[in-house]
Nanobody, 124 residues
Framework: QVQLVESGGGLVQAGGSLRLSCAASGRTFSTPVMGWFRQAPGKEREFVAA????????WYEDSVKARFTISKDNAKNTVFLQMDSLKPEDTGVYYC?????????????????WGQGTQVTVSS
């Protein structure tokens, strides 16, 4: 089992920044990739970014690639999502997830463990 706890969400004006954290515990060695997803009201969950525990491979959704940065602290089993130049369309609940199956990085069904989510609201 893997436990994930997110923190760092909040309310920010457009153009502002937020930094999300995801602390992982348990059998983290069984989940080689960590991802961030988000879900806005009435919309499907969508991929935001992902990072590998081993090495530094990263993946981003196109709309956030130039504004968000995913990083990690292996010693603390923690993954971060630095979000800059935030836009109102970035609003949603952000979930940290641990990928435990093979397949497309951006497909949420490949992630077997999820955090409780943290709300990000960007006002215009």
């Amino acid at each position: 089992q893997v436990q994930l706890v997110e923190s760092g969400g909040g309310l920010v004006q457009a153009g502002g920044s937020l930094r999300l954290s995801c602390a992982a515990s348990g059998r983290t060695f069984s989940t080689p990739v960590m991802g961030w997803f988000r879900q806005a009201p009435g919309k499907e969950r969508e991929f935001v970014a992902a990072i590998s525990w081993i090495g530094s491979s990263t993946w981003y959704e196109d709309s956030v690639k130039a504004r968000f940065t995913i990083s990690k602290d292996n010693a603390k089993n923690t993954v971060f999502l630095q979000m800059d130049s935030l836009k109102p369309e970035d609003t949603g609940v952000y979930y940290c997830a641990a990928k435990d199956t093979a397949g497309t990085i951006s497909y949420w069904r490949g992630y077997g463990y999820w955090g409780q989510g943290t709300q990000v609201t960007v006002s215009s």
